[in-house]
Every structure is written in structure tokens, then in C-alpha cells.
T-cell receptor, first 112, second 113 residues
Framework: TQLLEQSPQFLSIQEGENLTVYCNSS?????LQWYRQEPGEGPVLLVT?????EVKKLKRLTFQFGDARKDSSLHITAAQTGDTGLYLC????????????FGKGTKLSVIP | DVKVTQSSRYLVKRTGEKVFLECVQD?????MFWYRQDPGLGLRLIYF???????EKGDIPEGYSVSREKKERFSLILESASTNQTSMYLC????????????FGPGTRLTVT
């Protein structure tokens, strides 16, 4: 059974601070996705990383896929209140399976 | 943009009722999924479908069934609702060969009393 562990579970920071969220596994994934979910809404896809060592930037968000494709991180620079939400990582194992393994999420609160 | 819509945002049902949750996607995606999301447990896969009339059990299929008669539509059925099925239900779709890039609907918050 593949598992994705996210840390921290909860994070409360002041507006303008930087933060990093981690997603770790002992399994190798063919791709890894990051989603953001706002209260009462469905998750929204932010990014997909595929290649070991890959770094992708989305404005103030930087996503990195580990060299061994077992872990990933999300770094937010100068957090804003609009970044508040639940951040989920999800891994696809490939091999003909379209299922995703989801982490339990990091709940981020950015305080003005 | 991919759009996934769910028939209701909020639903309140009584124990023992049959409940239908419907999901429609407009991007001609082959794969569709039903999840439930509960605090502390994360997203758990109930059923998925990789083609019309095809279905596969996920991690927690007990008490649920599904129907996919048309490519764009995937229905989740609670045959006899129970209080432990109170949850947020999320539908998602995925294009073939786009591993992992699932697009989610807004969710249905179901309360069974």
C-alpha cells in the first residue's frame, strides 16, 4: 500500500512570511500533483511534477519533486491571506493505474 | 477549462433513504471518480470508472453503488443511507494518458439524520 505523509498538518503564519510544506513517501511515483482546497469546495489542481529533481514555479509558489520521485515540497514566498486553504499532495503510480494516492493535507492559515 | 458539476451542494436525507448523487463533466474525459472526504481521514476512493458501463471498486465501496450510462455522467448511489455516510462527496474526472491530473467538482455535503 502506498502512503503519502504530509507535514505539517496545520500551519498558521503571518502575512508576508515564507513557508514550506512537505510530502513524503517510501514509494516511487510516476507523477505527483499538488492541489489547493478552500472550505466547502473541491480541490483545485495547482501543478503536476513528473521528472525527478524537477522544480516548477507558479508565481509565489515553488514546487519541487525529489530526485528519487518519492517526495515533494511546496514553498510559498511572502504568503498572502488568499493562500489560506488545505494543500493536498497526490501521487500517481503509473503502471496503467489512474488512481491517486492522496496525503491527508496541510491546513494553512495566513493571518493578516 | 474543465468543468465538473455535481447535482447538489448540500443534501439532507433520512436513514434508510436511497440517495442519488450525480456528476457531469464537459471535457470528454474517459475516467471518473467518486471520493468521500472526512476530517482526519483525507480523501478516500469509493468507486471509479474508466469507460461507459465500466466500474471498479475503490478503497471503501461498501454501502455504495455507481452507474455510468453516458461518458459525461457518473452517478453515486447510496442504497440505504446510514448516519456514518454523512460526509463530503467529491467527484473527479481525468483524461486518458494524463496520469494524476484529476479535476474535481465542488462537492456535495451530505448529512444523513
Amino acid at each position: 500500500t502506498q502512503l503519502l505523509e504530509q507535514s505539517p498538518q496545520f500551519l498558521s503564519i503571518q502575512e508576508g512570511e515564507n513557508l514550506t510544506v512537505y510530502c513524503n513517501s517510501s514509494s516511487v511515483f510516476s507523477s505527483l500533483q499538488w492541489y489547493r482546497q478552500e472550505p466547502g469546495e473541491g480541490p483545485v489542481l495547482l501543478v503536476t511534477v513528473v521528472t525527478g529533481g524537477e522544480v516548477k514555479k507558479l508565481k509565489r509558489l515553488t514546487f519541487q519533486f525529489g530526485d528519487a520521485r518519492k517526495d515533494s515540497s511546496l514553498h510559498i514566498t511572502a504568503a498572502q491571506t488568499g493562500d489560506t486553504g488545505l494543500y493536498l499532495c497526490a501521487g500517481a503510480s503509473g503502471a496503467g493505474s489512474y488512481q491517486l494516492t492522496f496525503g491527508k493535507g496541510t491546513k494553512l492559515s495566513v493571518i493578516p | 477549462d474543465v468543468k465538473v458539476t455535481q447535482s447538489s451542494r448540500y443534501l439532507v436525507k433520512r436513514t434508510g433513504e436511497k440517495v442519488f448523487l450525480e456528476c457531469v463533466q464537459d471535457m470528454d474525459h474517459e475516467n471518473m471518480f467518486w471520493y468521500r472526504q472526512d476530517p482526519g481521514l483525507g480523501l478516500r476512493l469509493i468507486y471509479f470508472s474508466y469507460d461507459v458501463k465500466m466500474k471498479e471498486k475503490g478503497d471503501i465501496p461498501e454501502g455504495y453503488s455507481v452507474s455510468r450510462e453516458k461518458k459525461e455522467r457518473f452517478s453515486l448511489i447510496l442504497e440505504s443511507a446510514s448516519t456514518n455516510q454523512t460526509s463530503m462527496y467529491l467527484c473527479a474526472s481525468l483524461a486518458r494518458l494524463r496520469l494524476g491530473e484529476q479535476y474535481f467538482g465542488p462537492g456535495t455535503r451530505l448529512t444523513v439524520t
